[in-house]
C-alpha cells in the first residue's frame, strides 16, 4: 500500500495519480502495463512513484482499496444481518461486483485486464493458496480466520477448527471465479448467476444423494 510521503500529498494530486493509474490498467493487459506511462499521466518523475508505491502491484492495491473497504464492510454487515449465515454473505458479496460492473465502465476494464492476469489473486492480495493453514489450534491472522470467527458455527457439522478451511477456501474460490467470469462475459451474467448459485448449493448440501434404505 502507499508510502506516508503519498499520503502526505494534497488530495488533488492523489486522485490525479489514481485516475492515471486507472487510465493505463484499462489500457492493457496488466503484465503490459507502464509505470512510464502511469508517471506521464499524473505528472509525476520516476522518482517520486518510488516513493509513493513499491511498484505496479502495489499501485494496483491502491486502485482497490476502497472497493476491499466496501467489500470488508459488506460482509461484516451482512453477517451481523443474517446471524452469521456464510452462504448469504457470499452471495451478498457476488451481488456487490453484479452492481459494480454496471456502474463503471472503466473499473469493468480494469477487472478484465487484471483478472486475465494469472497472478491477479497475488496482486490483489486475495491469494487462495496463502490462506491455507490459517485455521489451526493456533489461529493467525487473515481472511479465513477472519471468516471463521464470524460465520454461525452451528449451521455446520464440523467439530474441529481444521474442518472448516476446505469450506472457506471453496466458498471464496467460488465468488473470485466467478467474478472473473462476470468481468470476461458481461452478457452471461444471470448464466453466471446461475451456475454460481449452483455451486453454492453444492457446498451447502453435497453432491451425493441421500442414503435409502
Known amino acids: 500500500m502507499p508510502t506516508e510521503r503519498f499520503w502526505r500529498l494534497p488530495e488533488a494530486k492523489r486522485q490525479m495519480i489514481r485516475e492515471a493509474a486507472l487510465q493505463e490498467f484499462a489500457r492493457v493487459p ?11 499521466n499524473a505528472d509525476i518523475s520516476r522518482g ?3 516513493t509513493y508505491f513499491e511498484d505496479k502491484d502495489d499501485l494496483l492495491q491502491f486502485v482497490f482499496s476502497d472497493t476491499h473497504e466496501q467489500l470488508r464492510q459488506l460482509c461484516e454487515d451482512e453477517l451481523e444481518k443474517n446471524g452469521g449465515d456464510y452462504f448469504a454473505m457470499l452471495e451478498a458479496v457476488f451481488d456487490f461486483f453484479t452492481d459494480q460492473l454496471r456502474q463503471t465502465q472503466i473499473m469493468i476494464e480494469v477487472a ?12 490483489l492480495g486475495m491469494d487462495t493458496e496463502c490462506w491455507g493453514g490459517m485455521i489451526q489450534n493456533e489461529l493467525g491472522d487473515g481472511p479465513l480466520k477472519w471468516l471463521y470467527d464470524h460465520i454461525d458455527k452451528r449451521r455446520f457439522r464440523y467439530q474441529k477448527t481444521e474442518e472448516y478451511e476446505p469450506l472457506l477456501m471453496l466458498g471464496t474460490t467460488a465468488v473470485l471465479l ?3 467470469r462476470l468481468y470476461d462475459c458481461q452478457e452471461q451474467m444471470e448464466e453466471a448467476r446461475r451456475m454460481f448459485l449452483g455451486t453454492l448449493d453444492v457446498l451447502k448440501n453435497g ?3 441421500a442414503a435409502t434404505n
Open 112 to 123: 478484465r485486464n487484471v483478472f486475465s492476469y494469472r497472478g491477479s489473486p497475488d496482486v
Open 30 to 40: 496488466y503484465e503490459k502495463v507502464s509505470i512510464n506511462q502511469i508517471i506521464h
Open 178 to 180: 466467478t467474478i472473473k
Open 207 to 209: 453432491a451425493y444423494r
Open 48 to 50: 517520486s512513484f518510488y
